[in-house]
């Protein structure tokens, strides 16, 4: 026999971590026999129980009843077989006979036939009573009421003891009745079985009549689109890699092949027949099908019987509660014979199959609809069924642990199992008015060509070479552009904004969703609905919060991506108005100011000013000019820019060039179309965007692990409820239900992205605006940062700085004037005529280098120009007016422009070319160029200079007209040196704060400039990037095959080997040692795959084009998590590359990357992160809550509930999950951001050290104070033999079971604990502000302590008893602890009437509680937050990137 409380406790402990294998049949604790023994291991004092009802006295012959229980009955009464006197002893009468038991019939036993009551006994008193032997008891007790000397020998036992020999009467101790059961002809069940068998025979019917009618296809071959010969693959993104194809389209007799233009045809197979189908490219396949009637009808039944099943569920919860109409109102448990068991157990019969049916919906979700459909040629169905793989994009470390590792191979192998690997997209198969069958696959159209026997997107390939493209100035006839518009569908990107219905439809049939509704469904049921609530409040807030969210988003995005207005259009030579859904490639079109570019253009005529912010993020207008009229071959990644106007922008000012010198000559702006519908840039992106691929973040891979844990140890938690519980079967899993929705708590999804969505109103607010939150978590890890240089760590304009000529007398260079009108006057100019500027509404506009150049020059442009453009020289000046004739507009490839000009004072054509000063030493002479060239240029660059260069040639006397046929490296050929053009780069106000938070913050900061390498440097010393006393080692070379030459940037001095000065280390452990290259330099590297090796030792990356800047990012993103900060334009591939891009555009939305910044300072990137670390430590603050929430709930609480049989109270409940968990979650994400970075980043792992630790403690140590205060509770005299009897209850009766010492003390303790856990993840204010600034969370947390506090400690009151808690039934209060009741209390289920802990016990306990705090609050300070982590950080530091900062 077990007597000491400790021996009791720590099998209970033992009880929490295995699972015994049987379980003994007993009414009392497993381990010990309650209230035998007092804490000093002396027997109870046994209670009185009184009015005891006793059992009827049965006999064959009513004289053998005692002398007391003699019938005596009135004069005109007669003693019945009821036991009552009645006037008549009627057969129903009769057959009321206690002694049968209420059988009858066979089920009567003959031993029982003729016995007859006496006189019922009074109900007595027992004065010493046995909880564990309570029917002997009772039957001694009511033997002597009736005078029954020695009943053990007279006396038997209804159904084991009968009359005969000594025993002359049995106590009527009925058998239990036989359980209450359906007999399955009832209504209902009938309903059900009638309907889900229709269903079947439904769903059999159809998979016979489909294998019959796909008898056909299961016989045709199969072709793979690679065996094609045009055969092309779909990308990841679902865009056609298109090879162009010479010769005209080869589309069979239904396609007319007329038009200049060919086609790119790329293929996709038509005769994919299912599995077998031949692979589209990477692993993607078509399948076609038709609809059917009774396929259709099945599927509508299936929707129909889901309906049912969840109406049915809502039928048994109605009928719970007694809230069924009809005659059954008020009435609980009528449609299960008023037997709560057998109602618990058909609500989780009809739980069960709903829960089923849902998630194998879920399952089957993508391909449900085409099951029912017939399969075909996907060129003979009606629709086409698209199936595409899914490629995650994985953000986690390569190096994964043996767990992870086969945790990910047996999660992808389920994806595989239920097809999740793959994307299905159901496309409407049409036909054109032409007779071509087609179908649209995200936003393109797919052409079948019978010629291939094939699907083909069709873009049209207008031409690459100029004087071809020109030549297309005369626009299409209208059956040309009919034809074509045939083949590409209307220029015109629709996006399916879903309404407010289907946006919620879409946002619950997420799994997580279907979890969330099962689990609360059994809340609503079994008298928990008020939980249940609060939490499907959270989670409709959630839901309405992301749904809002992707609603604005989309609708944003609808309006970005929607654009349809008139333009007048070149057809059949004939100008006609119609609007730009009708544009297809080949179209010329008149570009008017104000005008949304829907399409993307070739400019052939006249000059256009774009405003390019919504789609690249550049703030300032662009100038675009004509293509021309050469043989060159239109580059659109590069000189094609100048002459591109893309989709998405808007034409700010056109001007008609009438009479042009290389360019086609009109009064009017003309464009070609180019692109139309999604093949234009703008096209692409929304594409990406629309279609975007998932992004598995490490926690995202983690959380398989999380889950695994949790599914086993709810599998244990059920097994302890089997085991440990006192009740009956559906109890138990209604028990086990509860403790595994605790454990994993349904609002744990929404917990997980609050931190995100709040952070994204926190960076709206400082202007930083955020389309895709789901980056922030990502940003949140940033390790690298790379930024432009030009706009974005200096000021957007720069500062003439001066000038510096060449002398041509000597070939030596001039002083240096600050001064531009004191230089030479062929200098000047050049400098007023060498540009592209143009002039907007008293704006000038273009490149910045340009307008700050035709500023220094004090020139004006003339409004009314007679060739391209027109230069006024200011008054005084030795020049004349200046007409530009001919200009050859900047391009990154050449790093130079030129421009030939007319000075009208002199009749003389001069080419001016300018650009760097590296490209036009290559283009001068070489007798022109001072011996010190290349030592004044790198000073000037060393300086932070910004240093162009100018050459100068005069043209003989020649015809004006023919310049046009002059080739640009023939004008520009044979050039004399000018001199040197200087401008200052000016820091920003903030740039070195930023960048020394963000290397405070444990970031990487790195410069990706086109400038030269030398002035990249100096701004990166200036602002801090490099450190001022490292040496910086520059690596140049022309070509990516030429060598690298090394050079100190401060000697000059050239170095052959730079692997010494990278070995030398610094007291960091870094190299002293930085390197800059140029992107000729970074070509080489790549070539040869040393930039792997020198990735974190280049500080500075110069002289990169948008390409190299593409694959910059892509080579630091193999590192680490990266991210981009730019000002748009040559930086939106980098942008839009990077992990995380942030463009600084005036534009509050922008589709060149996921983050944008009207406020234009890199301060914004610091504060995205800042905020990008908040949000992602709130998010696991709030998962840390839940868990150790979960992990108490089913570990102490649900154990000690289990083992007790106790429950807490209903009320108590509430509180808990409703004030409480959601309380403290909601609180602990209005924590704000810390005012500055931290030195690392918050961690991402859910399974890391820092996240085991801080969970695990917490939950170890509660699990002590839990155990523990049992050990302290079997010590106390007040509760030893007053101890809660399993016996005396109902455990289906859960808010009952809370009446005792038991579940009081389980309670407070949880309760104090509950509470604590969301202060305890509020700690950290690294990531953070400090957790004593989270005054929401403070105040909620103080009242919550304060209001348990009072319910421990004061005496009986209201309070208290609302949550029957220090309380009890009315009468006992008073005659107990007299307090005067003057409220309603239901009567407690117990013996003792109350559980009224004694005031020095209530002290105490709360003392213990607080200690219990105060331990998880020294482990989260002192250990997880503190000195003990930074100690262990020092010792043993996490695996980081090591990188020097």
């Known amino acids: ?470 030549a297309q100035a005369r626009g299409l006839s209208s059956e040309e552009a009919f034809n074509r518009q045939e083949l590409v569908g209307p220029n015109f990107i629709e996006v399916k904004a879903l309404n407010i219905f289907m946006g919620f439809a879409r946002e619950f049939s997420g799994f997580f969703y279907i979890y969330q509704f099962i689990f609360l469904w059994a809340f609503y049921f079994y008298q928990y609905y008020q939980v249940g609530l609060v939490d499907t409040g959270i989670v409709l807030l959630s839901a309405t919060i992301k749904v809002t969210l992707r609603m604005q988003s989309e609708r944003r995005l609808k309006r970005m991506a929607e654009q349809e207005e008139e333009v007048l259009v070149l057809r059949d030579g004939k100008w006609a108005k119609m609007t730009t859904r009708h544009l297809v490639a080949g179209d010329i079109v008149e570009v008017t100011a104000g005008a949304h570019m829907s399409c993307d253009c070739i400019l052939l005529s006249g000059n256009a000013i774009m405003d390019e912010s919504s789609l690249t993020g550049e703030p300032l207008p662009i100038r675009k000019f004509p293509l021309h009229i050469d043989d060159g071959e239109f580059d659109p990644a590069g000189s094609g820019k100048i002459s591109t106007l893309y989709a998405g922008t808007i034409v700010s000012q056109v001007q008609p060039v009438a009479k042009a010198s290389d360019s086609l000559e009109s009064d009017r702006v003309l464009a070609l179309v180019w692109h139309t519908g999604t093949m234009s840039e703008k096209g692409q992106l929304v594409r990406k965007i629309l279609f975007p691929n998932p992004i598995t973040f490490i926690f995202n891979e983690q959380m398989r692990i999380v889950i695994f844990i949790l599914v086993l140890y709810a599998g244990f938690v059920m097994g302890m409820a089997a085991y440990l519980y006192q009740g009956n079967s559906t109890a138990i899993v209604f028990f086990g239900v509860f403790a595994l929705s605790q454990l994993c708590s349904p609002i744990l999804p929404a917990a997980m992205v609050i931190g995100q969505s709040v952070a994204a109103v926190r960076l709206r607010k400082k202007q930083v605006y955020c389309v895709d939150p789901q980056r922030i978590m990502i940003a949140g890890k940033v390790q690298i940062f790379c930024f432009d240089k030009t706009g974005t760590l200096t000021k957007e304009g720069l500062e003439f700085y001066g000038g510096q000529c060449v002398d041509s007398a000597t070939g030596k260079f001039k002083t240096f004037e600050t001064s531009l009108p004191s230089t030479d006057t062929l200098f000047q100019q050049a400098v007023a005529s060498c540009h592209a500027v143009a002039e907007l509404n008293g704006q000038l506009i273009g490149n910045p280098v340009d307008i700050e150049q035709f500023r220094a020059s004090k020139a004006t442009i003339d409004p009314a120009p007679e060739y391209l453009d027109a230069v006024i020289p200011p008054e005084g000046s030795a020049f004349g007016k200046t007409h530009i004739v001919r200009r050859f507009e900047f ?56 240093v162009l260069a100018f050459a100068h040639k005069k043209i003989d006397a020649v015809d004006q007209t023919k310049i046009k046929d002059f080739t640009q490296d023939e004008l520009e050929s ?53 450190p001022a006393d490292s040496r910086v080692l520059l690596g140049e070379c022309k070509t990516q095959i030429d060598e690298i030459q090394w050079v100190d940037v401060d000697t000059m001095e050239p170095v052959k080997d730079i692997s010494p000065y990278l070995a030398e280390l610094g007291s960091d452990g870094f190299s002293t040692t930085e390197l800059a290259v140029n992107g000729a330099a970074f070509e080489r590297l790549c070539h040869t795959g040393e930039i792997d090796a020198l990735t974190f030792n280049i500080r500075v990356f110069a002289r990169m084009k948008p390409s190299h800047k593409v694959e910059c990012i892509e080579q630091h993103m193999k590192y680490g998590v990266t991210a ?4 748009g334009g040559n930086d939106c591939g980098a942008l839009r590359a990077a992990h995380v891009g942030i463009a600084l555009s005036d534009a509050e939305a922008s589709i060149v990357s996921p983050f944008s910044s009207s406020d234009r300072s890199i301060m914004s990137c610091v504060q995205l992160l800042i905020e990008s670390r908040a949000g992602l430590a709130t998010s696991f603050a709030n998962f840390a809550a839940l868990i150790c929430y979960g992990q108490v709930m089913s570990g102490m609480v649900k154990m000690a509930s289990f083992y007790f049989a106790i429950s807490l109270t209903e009320n108590l409940w509430m509180l808990i999950d409703g004030a409480v968990a959601t309380g403290m979650m909601l609180t602990i994400s209005l924590s704000g951001p810390a005012k500055w970075l931290a030195p690392s980043r918050p961690t991402s792992r859910i399974l890391g050290p820092q996240m085991l630790a801080s969970v695990g403690g917490t939950v170890f140590i509660n699990w002590l104070f839990g155990a523990m205060v049992y050990v302290w509770l079997f010590q106390q005299d007040w509760f030893r033999c007053n101890e809660h009897s399993t016996a005396e209850v109902d455990p289906n009766q859960w808010w009952l079971l809370g009446d005792n010492y038991e579940a009081a003390i389980l309670s407070f303790t949880s309760a104090f604990q509950f509470i604590n856990n969301g202060l305890l993840v509020n700690y950290g204010y690294r990531f953070r502000a400090a957790w004593y600034k989270n005054y929401a969370l403070l105040v909620v947390w103080a009242f919550l302590i304060t209001f348990v506090s009072y319910m421990l400690l004061a005496d009986p009151n209201r309070v208290g008893c609302a949550f029957r808690l220090n309380c009890g039934t009315a009468s006992v209060l008073e005659s107990d602890f007299g307090t005067k009741v003057t409220w309603n209390i239901e009567p407690y289920n117990s013996l003792l009437g109350h559980n009224v802990i004694p005031k020095p016990s209530r002290y105490a306990l709360w003392g213990y509680c607080i200690g219990n705090m105060v331990a998880s609050n020294v482990w989260q300070l002192f250990f997880i937050n503190g000195p003990v982590r930074r100690l262990l950080r020092e010792k043993k530091p996490l695996r980081r990137l090591k990188v020097k900062l």
């Not at 109102?329 to 299960?336: D, F, I």
């Not at 010629?451 to 070479?465: H, I, L, M, V, Y």
């Not at 000018?978 to 401008?983: A, E, N, R, Y």
């Not at 981009?1124 to 000002?1127: I, K, N, V």
Request: hydrophobic share 40%; proline share 4%.
């Open 1 to 470: 026999m077990l007597r000491k409380p400790q021996t009791v406790v720590l099998l209970l402990l033992l009880a929490s971590v295995a699972l015994l294998c049987v379980r003994p049949a007993a009414a009392n604790q497993l381990w010990h026999d309650v209230n035998r023994y007092d804490a000093h291991g002396n027997e109870c004092k046994l209670h009185e129980k009184d009015d005891v009802v006793c059992s009827n006295l049965c006999v064959a012959d009513i004289s053998n009843c005692p002398s007391s229980l003699q019938p005596s009955c009135p004069d005109n009464q007669s003693f019945c077989a009821d036991g009552q006197c009645h006037d008549q002893c009627t057969d129903e009468i009769q057959a009321q006979n206690p002694c049968h038991c209420e059988r009858s019939g066979k089920k009567l036993p003959a031993e029982a036939v003729d016995l007859v009551p006496c006189m019922t006994i009074p109900n007595v008193t027992i004065y010493e009573f046995h909880p564990w032997n309570s029917q002997v008891d009772i039957r001694n007790a009511c033997g002597s009421e009736a005078g029954i000397a020695d009943q053990s020998k007279t006396v038997g036992v209804w159904g084991s003891t009968w009359i005969g020999g000594n025993i002359d009467a049995v106590w009527a101790e009925c058998p239990k009745a036989p359980a209450p059961n359906y007999k399955y002809s009832e209504g209902y069940w009938l309903a059900t079985f009638i309907v889900n068998g229709a269903l079947a025979v439904f769903l059999a019917l159809w998979s016979v009549y489909k294998y019959w009618a796909e008898r056909g296809i299961r016989a045709a071959p199969s072709y793979s689109s690679g065996s094609s010969e045009n055969a092309s693959s779909l990308g990841n993104d679902g865009i056609a890699a298109l090879p162009k194809i010479a010769g005209k389209e080869t589309l069979g007799d239904d396609i007319d092949k007329g038009g200049s233009a060919s086609e790119k045809v790329p293929a996709l197979s038509a005769q994919v027949a299912g599995d077998q189908a031949g692979s589209l490219g990477q692993g993607i396949t078509l399948c076609g099908y038709n609809s059917n009637i009774f396929g259709t009808f099945c599927v509508w039944s299936i929707a129909a019987v889901t309906v049912l099943w969840i109406c049915y569920m809502g039928v048994w919860t109605a009928d719970y509660y007694g809230s069924l109409p009809g005659w059954r109102h008020g009435v609980t448990y009528s449609l299960s014979y008023e037997s709560s068991f057998l109602e618990l157990a058909s609500f989780l019969f009809v739980w069960g199959i709903t829960f089923i049916i849902l998630i194998a919906l879920y399952i089957v979700k993508p391909r449900l609809r085409n099951h029912f459909r017939i399969r075909t040629l996907p060129s003979k169905g009606q629709l086409v069924c698209v199936t595409r793989p899914v490629h995650d994009i994985k953000l986690v470390d390569e190096k994964v642990n043996w767990v992870q590792h086969r945790i990910n191979r047996l999660t992808e192998r389920l994806i595989v199992a239920l097809s999740r690997d793959r994307e299905y997209t159901t496309c409407p198969v049409d036909v054109t008015s032409g007779n071509l069958i087609y179908f649209t696959y995200q936003c393109t159209r797919y052409i079948f060509d019978r010629s291939t026997e094939q699907f083909a997107p069709f873009e049209f390939d207008t031409g690459t070479n100029h004087r071809r493209l020109v």
């Open 891 to 946: 391009v990154h490839a050449r790093a130079s422009m030129s421009v030939t000009v007319l000075d009208e004072a002199t009749n003389t054509l001069h080419v001016f070319v300018k650009g760097s000063f590296e490209r036009i030493k290559t283009l001068s002479r070489c007798e022109s160029v001072p011996p010190s060239y290349d030592e004044t240029c790198a000073n000037l660059a060393r300086e932070g200079c910004y």
């Open 974 to 1026: 044979g050039c004399d040196l000018l001199g040197l053009l200087v401008f200052k780069n000016m820091l920003k106000d903030d740039t070195a704060q930023a960048i020394a938070e963000l290397k405070g913050g444990s970031t990487r900061t790195v410069m990706i400039t086109g400038d030269t390498a030398l002035t990249g440097i100096y701004i990166a010393r200036q602002c801090g990037m490099l």
């Open 1124 to 1127: 981009m900060c730019g000002d």
